[in-house]
């Protein structure tokens, strides 16, 4: 009992003195969390570690195409619970029979969207109207871990190039460009980004992640 209790407080004592975080050290990071590597990820986040997604101006459901529709998989606007739920499909958005590419919505906060669906275990078609509202998801550590390893598995191969990276103090702001196919020698796919990272106050631990804005998210919103 006495040897376990002294590895307990020997892991604690290398852990809460770990040295404080570098440039380098974010870069492994980034790396790391796009491979899959949640083992090292976990060892460099915050217990209290929240990850802010990018704002994004919608209906707050989550949906993907099924059989000519598509059906609602979660709610994250509460205003909206009494109206749509998971297992909700819609069939039209704005007069458009929707499709494979999701559920894309235009216009500014407030602005009502035109919806035809079908309730939950009903085949009744209703019409619904419901104005678009701004929304930021947060994730704490363990779904963040999660994503990560969803993510990866999505990703037969990846490439990511660090394009800036700044750190001052307890704030890191990173810009970098990610590509990546989901099968040998397939479609490429790319994305850019933009975080800032915020260290604890020894700075040996990442305790917040934020997604920045994008000018498509801003130009979206336009018909």
Partial sequence: MKYIFSIIILFQSTVYSSPPLKEKDIESFIEARYSGDTSTVNLM???????????????????????????????????????LVAGDRIFELNGKVVDSTGLKTLGPVGEEQQLIINKKNDSTFTEL??????????????????SIDDYSNTWYDFDIEIIDLFLKKNKAVIHYYWEGSKEE??????????EIITLNKKKNFIERIEGLWSEKQFRDQFK
């Avoid at 929240?50 to 709610?75: E, K, M, N, R, T």
């Avoid at 020698?185 to 994305?191: L, N, T």
């Fill in 185 to 194: 020698e397939g479609s490429i796919y790319s994305f850019t980004a933009i």
């Fill in 129 to 146: 109207k419901i104005p678009l509202k701004q929304f930021q998801y947060i994730e704490d550590g363990t779904s963040f871990l999660k």
């Fill in 45 to 83: 986040i915050d217990e209290n570690f929240q990850f802010y997604h990018i704002p994004y101006i919608g209906l707050g459901v989550d949906a993907h195409y099924v059989d000519g529709s598509l059906l609602i998989s979660s709610v994250v606007n509460d205003s909206i619970q009494d109206l």
